[in-house]
């Protein structure tokens, strides 16, 4: 019996020093920061794809290449859309079609006035003078209509040259050619996700990390936090919360979280990182941890 009870004060006693060893590894791990894992990715990444499909002309950037905003990328062969704004151009900024129904109007007018003057003098009828107003309203219907259809012609050559222009593929940002998809006299299909071109912006870049939900809701946009890259230990950089997911993940108990970070230096995109937590958010994440080892043991 006493044997019995010796063991049973000794199970006791481990068991209590069990528990304060790792309330003992909670506190000292609440009293420094912790790191989480997160990953780098560029703050933009576009596919991009010409408007119509098309026979590919040129391409004037290799993967790796570096680009402004604005740079043509690739072009598309033009030469029948070229003639055709010849064609549209000559159509709309000619004169000849105003100026023929200019002078029909003029016409109309003056026959008018010489109608009106005879109808005066019992000279015309009346039906001849109604008709010859009739001719000159024509006339200025025919006019108004001429400079109508000017303007639509001059319309669609502008629509002939904007689309000439999105015959060339131009980057909307500045940052590096991630991929070229298309070559010189392939088939370019604006369907196609793959994208012609794919242009990447790695500054800023974005630091996406998971973190658990007790310490996310810590957390608020515009904070700071320190990151280093895994393969250069202790060189921090300076993060800044610009996003949060709206949903978190029930089943890991995370929540997404984006940070913005400066990259003059232009490291390349999609490396794993080092995200330094504040003290009070990292050791709460410990001790709920911790808890939940005790009441395992137990």
């Not at 209590?16 to 060893?21: E, F, H, P, S």
Request: glycine letters at 6%.
């Amino acid at each position: 019996m006493n044997t019995n009870r010796g063991r049973s004060f000794g199970k006791t006693f481990m068991g209590r020093l069990a528990v304060l060893a790792l309330v003992v590894t909670g506190l000292a791990r609440a009293a420094e920061p912790r790191m989480a894992e997160a990953i780098s990715l560029p703050s933009e990444k576009l596919a991009l794809n010409f408007q119509d499909p098309g026979i590919v002309q040129s391409v004037n950037v290799k993967d790796g290449a570096r680009v402004q905003k604005g740079d043509v990328l690739a072009e598309q062969d033009t030469r029948t859309e070229r003639k055709l704004l010849e064609a549209m151009k000559i159509e709309a900024f000619s004169k000849l079609p105003i100026e023929a129904a200019r002078t029909e109007w003029d016409n109309a007018k003056v026959t008018l006035e010489r109608i009106k003057q005879m109808h005066a003098k019992n000279a015309a009828t009346d039906a001849e003078l109604e008709e010859s107003v009739l001719k000159a309203r024509l006339g200025e219907i025919k006019f108004n209509l001429a400079q109508e259809e000017n303007a639509q012609k001059r319309a669609q050559v502008e629509r002939q040259e904007l689309k000439l222009e999105l015959m060339r593929l131009r980057s909307p940002i500045e940052g590096m050619v991630d991929k070229v998809n298309l070559g010189p006299g392939e088939w370019a299909d604006p369907q196609n996700r793959d994208g012609a071109v794919v242009v990447v912006k790695n500054d800023p870049l974005w630091i996406e990390a998971h973190l658990p939900v007790s310490a996310a809701v810590k957390l608020k946009m515009g904070d700071t936090l320190e990151v280093a890259y895994l393969d250069k230990p202790g060189q921090w950089q300076t993060a800044k919360i610009v996003f949060f997911s709206p949903t978190a993940d029930p089943a890991s108990d995370t929540q997404l979280v984006r940070l913005e970070m400066a990259n003059p230096q232009g490291h390349a995109s999609g490396y794993r990182v080092q995200l330094k937590l504040p003290a009070t958010i990292a050791g709460a994440a410990e001790r709920l941890r911790d808890a939940a080892a005790v009441s395992t043991d137990r």
